[in-house]
Structure formats: structure tokens, C-alpha cells
């Protein structure tokens, strides 16, 4: 039996619409695509209300801390070995799995999401939504991390093993320089951001994706400004880091990282490789 020959004599072509169907279902979404879908995202985020925004950005603030909460279950019943860090950093993805799936307003997201919008439609307005939505956002996801680590710090809510054990945790992610900090602020920008890229195409798979990515935060020991707010809080109301070094040593060339990370690199190199086929 003859096969049908494509117009330039080349392999078999489908020939019903069931086949047809079935290659675009299995067909991998293009990057114009994927970026279609994440700007439209990004759009939706620049126009919500601030009251929405700060909510939705507490929330995430509140899930987040659940990371470091996993992390030091997992810290409190493993044996201090070597290979304990691999297991312990299976908790790191859990406060980002809630925010994520339960579509909370998380600051690192909004660094490739809403800026790809803006680099379409470069202009004022545009560029006022985007500071209003990072400001909003990173004051609502500090202060639920806020809220969280003052309530596992004086709430009799936690063992004291387990306080202690997120203690160490915290302080060995805080125990690096200001540059460095913000290198490793970089990466964790740069892997949040893929992974907000890689959501759209996941088909069911969210759940993989984000824990994957953020398990390499965790295990990297790279700098989350929200992650790893929870952790200098921790210490701040243990007294073993004061306010100077938190904003300074911390919070300032982490938020520095995750922007470049987010927004310098991947948001604009996803931007480069489709902005000639719109």
C-alpha cells in the first residue's frame, strides 16, 4: 500500500484527524508559546489589586516557612552523617510546593512573570504596576515569614530539639559573605525563574518541576530572599544575628541576586529567543 508523501517526498504524514490529535497533544510546546502563556500570567499578576496582592503574598510568606519547618524534621530524626544533607534537603521544596500549587503570590516568581510584560510593553505605566507589585508582594512575603519565625520562636509550638535544629540550619545558610551571598542569591533567581518557564509545558507534572528546582535551591545551599528570611528571623529572635547584619548581610545582596538571577538573566535571555518570531 502506497504511504502519502509529504510536499517535499519525505516521510509518511498522518492521515486522520485522530493522528493528527495525537501529535499535537504529544508535541512539545514551543518557546514562543510557553512565553505567550507566562506573560499572560505576568500580565494578570500586574493588574490585580493590592489588596488582593498582599494576601495572596502573606499566604506565601506563611507557606514558605513550612521549608524550614520540613527541613529540620528531617535534621532532628537522621543521623549526623555525611549524606544527611541530601535527605534534609527534601524538606526545602515543601513551603514552595503550597505557594505554588495553592497559586499564592510569591516575590521570586513575580521576577521573571511580571517582567516579561514589561519589556513587551516598554512604558510607564507598565513600569509603575511592576514596582507596585514587587513592593507589595516583598513586604507581604517578609512579613508572613515574620509572623511565622516569631510564632515558632515564642509559641510553645515546636519541640526544643526541633527549634534547635532549625537554628543550625539557619545558621549555616547565613554563615556566608555579603558576595558571595549574592552569587549564590544569583543562582537561586536563575532556578526559580526556570522553573516558573518549565510549568507551562509540565502537563500534569507541576508537582516534579517545582520540587526538582527547588530541591537544587536547598541542596546548593543558594539564597532565597523569602526562603531564607524565614532562617535570619529565626536567629534574630534567638539573638544570634542582629538587625544590621540581617538587612545588610543578608537581605540586601540576596534581593540584589534574585533579581539579577530572575530578571537580568533568565527573563530577559527568554525574552531574546522569541522576541523575533512575535
Excluded at 521549608?67 to 527534601?90: E, M
Excluded at 518541576?209 to 531564607?228: D, E, K, R, S
Excluded at 534574630?236 to 530578571?263: D, E, H, K
Amino acid at each position: 500500500m502506497a504511504q502519502k508523501k509529504g510536499a517535499d517526498g519525505g516521510g509518511e504524514q498522518p492521515n486522520s484527524k485522530k493522528e493528527i490529535g495525537t501529535i499535537e497533544e504529544r508535541a512539545r510546546l514551543q518557546a514562543p508559546v510557553i512565553y505567550g502563556i507566562v506573560r499572560h500570567e505576568g500580565q494578570s499578576e500586574l493588574e490585580r489589586p493590592v489588596f488582593s496582592l498582599w494576601w495572596s503574598g502573606l499566604a506565601a510568606g506563611l507557606s514558605i516557612s513550612f521549608s524550614l519547618l520540613t527541613q529540620a524534621l528531617f535534621y532532628v530524626h537522621l543521623p549526623d552523617t555525611q549524606w544527611r544533607p541530601l535527605l534534609v534537603s527534601i524538606g526545602y521544596p515543601v513551603g514552595f510546593l503550597m505557594v505554588v500549587l495553592a497559586r499564592q503570590q510569591l516575590f521570586t516568581e513575580s521576577t521573571l512573570t511580571a517582567v516579561l510584560p514589561f519589556l513587551a510593553e516598554f512604558n510607564l505605566r507598565n513600569f509603575a504596576l511592576l514596582a507596585r507589585l514587587w513592593a507589595v508582594v516583598l513586604v507581604a512575603n517578609i512579613a508572613g515569614t515574620l509572623f511565622a519565625a516569631a510564632f515558632c520562636t515564642f509559641v510553645p509550638v515546636i519541640a526544643p530539639d526541633m527549634h534547635a535544629a532549625m537554628l543550625d540550619i539557619s545558621a549555616k545558610a547565613m554563615s556566608y559573605p555579603w558576595w558571595p551571598m549574592l552569587l549564590r542569591g544569583i543562582s537561586a533567581g536563575f532556578l526559580i525563574a526556570a522553573m516558573v518557564w518549565l510549568i507551562p509545558s509540565a502537563e500534569g507534572t507541576q508537582f516534579h518541576i517545582v520540587f526538582v528546582m527547588t530541591y537544587l535551591v536547598g541542596l546548593g545551599n543558594f539564597a532565597h530572599i523569602i526562603a531564607g528570611s524565614m532562617e535570619s528571623f529565626m536567629l534574630l529572635f534567638s539573638a544570634r544575628m542582629g538587625i544590621v547584619q540581617l538587612l545588610w548581610s543578608f537581605m540586601l545582596p540576596v534581593l540584589i541576586g534574585n533579581v539579577i538571577g530572575g530578571t537580568a538573566l533568565f527573563a530577559l535571555i527568554s525574552y531574546a529567543q522569541v522576541v523575533k518570531e512575535m
